[in-house]
T-cell receptor
Framework: DTGVSQNPRHKITKRGQNVTFRCDPI?????LYWYRQTLGQGPEFLTY????????KSRLLSDRFSAERPKGSFSTLEIQRTEQGDSAMYLC????????????FGSGTRLTVV | GENVGLHLPTLSVQEGDNSIINCAYS??????FIWYKQESGKGPQFIID?????DKRQGQRVTVLLNKTVKHLSLQIAATQPGDSAVYFC?????????????FGSGTRLQVQP
């Protein structure tokens, strides 16, 4: 499978716990994005990497959220001290300059905070 | 993702009919638009895109129309099939700023009746 891979697919955690999600983009894509999607809504932008550099962060990305892309390949998104409002689908996407803006999305990680 | 679009506007069509899904965008500076299809449990899937210097673009069974005067975008699907049933999102980008984030609309659920 050469698409964008996200793990885990589902995560249930207790409020206050930390969680980490992983995204493996399409190998030749240098751009990687994280989005959050709540029920009935379109995806909302969280952050964007070009290679290993994090170039933009949304105001939605509070100080409890941190994203990394250490070698310009896979990326992780960590949420510390989870809250019930963090329950959502977390989507990763990748693209390359040659493709313009047409991202390829992964299937997402569904987070449920109980 | 799962249960995407619980309370979304719904368009119900008969198999074989043409479908038209509409989207109003808000930012007159947006210069790139994309339509995505999202099936339950999956990430958004690219359908077709259009740049602001165009009014119309056609793909396989799909056509996107852009009316910049009224900031309106539409997706036409010809000979709609049961496999077209999904939630459809329009997304916009302001390319001149170099910003790579997409802003998504709230989505429309398409139900195809056999």
């Amino acid at each position: 499978d050469t698409g964008v891979s996200q793990n885990p697919r589902h995560k249930i955690t207790k409020r206050g716990q930390n969680v980490t999600f992983r995204c493996d983009p399409i190998s030749e894509h240098n751009r990687l994005y994280w989005y959050r999607q709540t029920l009935g809504q379109g995806p909302e932008f969280l952050t964007y990497f070009q290679n290993e550099a994090q170039l933009e962060k949304s105001r939605l990305l509070s100080d409890r959220f941190s994203a990394e892309r250490p070698k310009g390949s896979f990326s992780t998104l960590e949420i510390q001290r989870t809250e019930q409002g963090d329950s959502a689908m977390y989507l990763c996407a990748s693209s390359s300059r040659e493709l313009g803006y047409g991202y390829t999305f992964g299937s997402g990680t569904r987070l449920t905070v109980v | 993702g799962e249960n995407v679009g619980l309370h979304l506007p719904t368009l119900s069509v008969q198999e074989g009919d043409n479908s038209i899904i509409n989207c109003a965008y808000s930012n007159s500076a947006s210069d790139y638009f994309i339509w995505y299809k999202q099936e339950s449990g999956k990430g958004p899937q690219f359908i077709i895109d259009i740049r602001s210097n165009m009014d119309k673009r056609q793909g396989q069974r799909v056509t996107v129309l852009l009316n910049k005067t009224v900031k309106h975008l539409s997706l036409q699907i010809a000979a709609t099939q049961p496999g077209d049933s999904a939630v459809y999102f329009c997304a916009e980008n302001i390319g001149d700023t170099g910003r790579r984030a997409l802003t998504f609309g709230s989505g429309t659920r398409l139900q195809v009746q056999p």
